[in-house]
């Protein structure tokens, strides 16, 4: 499966976006899916992530309450709404799949190229 993300942009601190991931060359139904993020300087870390048909999802502490991560396996595309930005939250946002999970942790084995996310104070 190939992964493309869009949507992300500059936007002042309590704002709002909201990232796509477009899916494409197999049935994206089979995936699990994450958002992640790698701010400068800084480790890539996950933001959230949504298993197959949506039942469960997983958001880091620091965006609960804010982010909601959401899929349209009819459209091949999953979301990220980000509400109630804050500066910290400025990073390139990637969206992965996968489909295994080795040792009771996902693996994410297919990546989209990033979308820069900048939040201004």
């Known amino acids: 499966v190939q992964l493309q993300a869009y949507g992300g942009g500059l936007v002042q601190a309590g704002g709002f976006l909201r990232l796509s991931c477009a899916a494409s060359g197999d049935t994206f139904s089979r995936y699990f899916m994450g958002w992640f993020r790698q701010a400068p300087g800084k480790e890539r870390e996950l933001v959230a992530s949504?298993?197959?048909?949506?039942?469960?999802?997983y958001y880091r502490d620091s965006v609960k309450g804010r982010f909601t991560i959401s899929r349209d396996d009819a459209k091949n595309t999953g979301f990220l709404q980000m509400n109630s930005l804050k500066p910290e939250d400025t990073a390139v946002y990637y969206c992965a799949a996968g489909q295994y999970y080795s040792g009771g942790s996902a693996q994410y084995d297919y990546w989209g190229q990033g979308t820069l996310v900048t939040v201004s104070s």
């Open positions: 949504i298993i197959r048909r949506g039942d469960s999802t």
